[in-house]
């Protein structure tokens, strides 16, 4: 690990004036970062794929709003610095918002939950070997115009949707697909003041700039997610499928929401995981459900499958991580069937 500036902060102003922005392009290439739980960032320290020249300690920032969770008949509002466990176990969030309760209780080991924040959870980068090897000289996410070592690699964890011919490295987060099914937004404070937009807004496709993740400028820190309550956020799951049951990251995952009337599907929620560069909102999945919905249909296997091929119709495999399609289409389907058979 190379040597680097601590500092702590007090309060939300006084971490981001003390945030030093340079000429970063992005706020993950900033100077400075913020440190909450830890569990991505000093790892990529270790690693010597991040280099910050400071580190902003924020977690006093949790004993105040960021660290609360907040819930009424409007819906659920998250402090970026509530840890894992606390808002996976939350009552509220179990009841009212069972995805976003196993999103994240599948996360990652209880004693990560422990201590990573929802926040740092959101903002989590890759887990391809490729870009946390620095061994690798070729990847466009650590160094910018260099190539992508996985296009031509071993690919076998890597996207099939979103991808670029510069980056094909997948999203690795649970979390960050319940809050893109259920249309959450999130409030955000940085040197211009404070913002809010739709989380969907967040995270960047690679393209042709990998290296800029997000839309998070330097210095902007994330402060709470807002996610409304709806007909359908009561009747939503999350289902991952991995390598091994315990603590692993996953090959294919399904956020899904759905509000139903006599079987037939009014409003369908899908965000899909372990298959896409970013979070991935499968709307064209959805607009199956309900289409299939308007001629009469409820949900069945002949219309789960057609909403599973809308979802990868655009999926581009590579040569070890062509079963991902039909690992994905199938762990949508029995998401689906499962959260329609939910007793609320």
């Not at 830890?38 to 010597?48: A, I, P, R, V, W």
Request: with cysteine; aromatic share 6%; glycine share 6%.
């Amino acid at each position: 690990m190379r040597p680097f500036i601590y500092q702590s902060a007090a309060a939300p102003a006084a971490a981001i004036q003390s945030f030093r922005v340079g000429n970063a392009q992005s706020a993950l290439e900033a100077p400075a970062q913020y440190l909450a739980g830890g569990t991505t960032l000093l790892d990529l320290m270790k690693l010597d794929v991040m280099r910050p020249e400071m580190v902003v300690d924020i977690t006093r920032l949790s004993r105040g709003p960021l660290g609360q969770i907040d819930t009424t008949e409007a819906g659920l509002r998250l402090g970026a610095l509530v840890h894992m466990s606390d808002a996976a176990e939350h009552p509220v969030v179990r009841r009212d918002f069972p995805v976003v309760a196993q999103s994240l209780q599948l996360a990652a080991s209880q004693q990560i939950r422990n201590m990573a924040t929802l926040g740092g959870n959101v903002l989590q980068r890759t887990r391809c070997n490729y870009f946390r090897d620095t061994t690798y000289t070729a990847c466009n996410k650590r160094n910018s115009g260099s190539g992508c070592a996985a296009i031509d690699g071993f690919n076998r964890r890597h996207a099939v949707l979103g991808v670029s011919d510069h980056c094909i490295a997948t999203y690795a987060g649970d979390f960050a697909q319940a809050l893109i099914a259920l249309d959450a937004t999130i409030e955000i404070s940085g040197h211009a003041g404070r913002r809010s937009m739709a989380f969907a807004a967040l995270h960047r496709p690679p393209g042709d700039t990998p290296h800029i993740e997000t839309t998070l400028a330097p210095g902007e820190m994330i402060t709470a997610f807002v996610i409304p309550a709806a007909a359908w956020t009561r009747r939503s799951l999350y289902l991952k499928v991995r390598d091994r049951q315990s603590y692993e990251f996953a090959l294919a995952s399904a956020a899904v929401a759905l509000d139903l009337q006599g079987g037939k599907v009014r409003q369908a929620r899908i965000a899909l995981g372990g298959v896409a560069t970013v979070p991935w909102r499968a709307k064209a999945a959805e607009a199956a459900l309900v289409d299939a919905a308007l001629v009469d249909k409820a949900i069945e296997p002949a219309v789960l499958g057609m909403a599973a091929d809308a979802a990868f119709a655009d999926a581009v495999p590579h040569d070890h991580n062509a079963f991902k399609i039909a690992l994905g289409k199938r762990t949508l389907q029995r998401a689906l069937t499962e959260a329609a058979a939910m007793e609320l």
